[in-house]
């Protein structure tokens, strides 16, 4: 019998890139908007990577006065302040991201699908 290389899928994890890129210098510099699935066709939109002088609260209340969705702001023990968007939010939040002046368009990267 010859050795086969069998490789044994794992559970996808949304933030892996960005745990990667975060060991390099500067790679703070990027706001990551992704989605995650939840159950049916439901879906949510977290944005994470703002800078830490930045009113998450006030952020989030804009947002959803925006957008007309629900939100909250999550605290992760890794990736510190997370903010969560009811629905694919995706596009609607870099352009809002860009447009209120709080990143520049090249410091945004959209993950997902």
């Given at each position: 019998?010859?050795?086969?290389?069998?490789?044994?899928?794992?559970?996808?994890d949304p933030?892996?890139?960005?745990?990667?890129?975060n060991s390099?210098?500067?790679?703070?510099?990027?706001?990551?908007?992704?989605?995650?699935?939840?159950?049916?066709?439901?879906?949510?939109?977290?944005?994470?990577?703002?800078?830490?002088?930045?009113?998450?609260?006030?952020?989030?209340?804009?947002?959803?006065?925006?957008?007309?969705?629900?939100?909250?702001?999550v605290q992760?023990?890794?990736?510190?302040?997370?903010?969560?968007?009811?629905?694919?939010?995706?596009?609607?939040?870099?352009?809002?991201?860009?447009?209120?002046?709080?990143?520049?368009?090249?410091?945004?990267?959209?993950?997902?699908?």
């Amino acid at each position: 019998m010859s050795d086969l290389d069998i490789q044994v899928p794992t559970a996808f994890d949304p933030f892996a890139d960005a745990n990667a890129e975060n060991s390099g210098a500067g790679a703070k510099d990027y706001v990551h908007i992704r989605i995650q699935q939840r159950n049916g066709r439901k879906s949510l939109t977290t944005v994470q990577g703002l800078k830490k002088e930045f009113s998450y609260n006030k952020i989030l209340k804009d947002l959803k006065k925006e957008f007309c969705c629900n939100g909250t702001v999550v605290q992760d023990p890794e990736l510190g302040q997370v903010i969560q968007l009811q629905g694919d939010q995706r596009k609607n939040v870099s352009t809002f991201l860009v447009q209120a002046g709080i990143v520049k368009k090249e410091h945004i990267k959209i993950h997902g699908f």
